[in-house]
């Protein structure tokens, strides 16, 4: 053989597996692309339920403020007018 023929038939081979490993990394990462895609989808899903999960817990504890603002005025209330009896007597 010569050696034209030679470096011919290494330089295929050389390109056939430089393209073998091309298209080997192509779907690796194409691979890591998709799982990559799931994960944003998922954390985004998650993140959406827990900004639900907090909107609903600030409403409850405005809720129970709020209670609480009219059980401590309510007891005011009762401790003056008590104060108040016990200042006629």
């Given at each position: 053989m010569?050696?034209?023929?030679?470096?011919?038939?290494?330089?295929?081979?050389?390109?056939?597996?430089?393209?073998?490993?091309?298209?080997?990394?192509?779907?690796?990462?194409?691979?890591?692309?998709?799982?990559?895609?799931?994960l944003?989808?998922?954390?985004?899903?998650?993140?959406?339920?827990?900004?639900?999960?907090e909107?609903?817990?600030?409403?409850?504890?405005?809720?129970?403020?709020?209670?609480?603002?009219l059980?401590r005025?309510?007891?005011?209330?009762?401790?003056?007018?008590?104060?108040?009896l016990?200042?006629?007597s």
């Open positions: 010569t050696l034209f023929i030679r470096q011919s038939i290494v330089t295929a081979d050389i390109t056939a597996n430089l393209k073998a490993m091309d298209e080997q990394l192509n779907l690796m990462l194409h691979h890591k692309i998709d799982e990559l895609l799931a944003c989808q998922e954390l985004l899903e998650e993140n959406q339920t827990l900004k639900a999960s909107q609903a817990w600030r409403e409850e504890r405005a809720q129970l403020v709020e209670k609480n603002e059980a005025s309510k007891v005011e209330a009762m401790i003056s007018r008590l104060k108040a016990e200042q006629e």
